[in-house]
């Protein structure tokens, strides 16, 4: 039998008003104004690998909010104690994710000897950087001329060279993603940070537990890039919503931590549940909205999510 669990509860959270279609395009990564009081690296309980990336985990998560990752198989960066961002290994991948045509990504740098590179491993290409090992200054805008990922080289020799990253700036093409919502909730991922701060008629909410078949959900004001979440509209009314890109001026509050949804960005996603695991995913059965338990191997479409809990 299918497991059936009722969201009508979160309807009740929801104000009345208008959504804004105003949002800040420009999305800054800083590593100065915050920073730990002494110097943490990825590797000291702060590391998610996940594939070919490692990403920034735990407190300072939100520094980096699933947009800026680094290369599983060897690179060590640290938050510094003075501020900013630095791997004490010459030559370390350090990535900008899902970048979207027409997007603008500038890096501010300091150090001796301080030096950014472009590498050809990147997917996504600039129009200003041509070659591999192509010179990135500081306080430069580049392009995005194709989507993907964006990869730098970073140097460092002790005594020579020392790149201390101070922020990435990111100059989103996307002002907001329009969110098909159907039956008055969906769930969604995105590419890009959204900001749910001031949109009265859509409410976001992470999965932070599971109890005897039931969810337990958390209202966010700001959802990190490539997390699974839900959104839920004022009525409970089908409609296309708008969700505005954006992130928070306080680094705590562009993390989620404790999350059990999972997002798919990209092409339909094949999922192979784990033993031991089950999967569930919203929809709407005999009338009923809500979320069911789907088989252990499953599809989930693009910038869709799902749920993954121990049994």
């Not at 500081?138 to 970073?154: D, F, H, K």
């Not at 059990?260 to 909205?289: E, H, T």
């Amino acid at each position: 039998m299918k497991t059936f669990i009722r969201l009508f509860t979160l309807m009740t959270l929801l104000l009345m008003g208008s959504v804004t279609m105003e949002a800040g395009k420009v999305l800054t990564y800083d590593f100065m104004t915050n920073h730990p009081s002494t110097t943490i690296r990825i590797d000291q309980g702060h590391k998610d690998v996940r594939g070919n990336y490692v990403y920034w985990t735990g407190e300072w998560a939100g520094l980096f909010g699933n947009k800026i990752a680094f290369d599983a198989a060897s690179a060590y960066p640290s938050l510094l104690s003075t501020g900013g961002l630095c791997d004490f290994h010459d030559h370390q991948k350090m990535y900008v994710l899902n970048l979207t045509p027409g997007d603008r990504v500038t890096f501010y740098y300091s150090g001796t000897g301080a030096a950014l590179q472009f590498h050809i491993s990147s997917t996504a290409r600039m129009a200003e950087l041509t070659a591999n090992f192509d010179p990135i200054a500081s306080g430069t805008a580049y392009t995005v001329t194709s989507a993907g990922n964006l990869c730098v080289l970073n140097k460092w020799k002790r005594g020579e060279a020392e790149t201390v990253i101070n922020r990435i700036v990111i100059e989103s093409i996307k002002e907001y993603e329009p969110v098909n919502v159907t039956n008055g909730m969906c769930t969604f991922c995105s590419t890009v940070p959204l900001d749910f701060s001031a949109t009265p008629t859509l409410k976001a909410f992470i999965a932070t537990g599971f109890d005897d078949g039931k969810f337990i959900f958390k209202q966010v004001k700001y959802v990190p890039s490539d997390t699974g979440f839900l959104i839920v509209s004022q009525g409970g009314t089908s409609s296309t919503a708008i969700a505005p890109v954006g992130r928070s001026s306080n680094y705590r509050e562009n993390a989620v931590t404790g999350n059990l949804f999972k997002g798919a960005l990209g092409d339909f996603a094949r999922i192979l549940v784990p033993d031991g695991q089950a999967a569930y995913m919203f929809g709407v059965s005999n009338g009923k909205v809500g979320i069911y338990r789907t088989a252990n191997i499953f599809t989930c479409a693009p910038n869709k999510a799902y749920l993954i809990v121990n049994e």
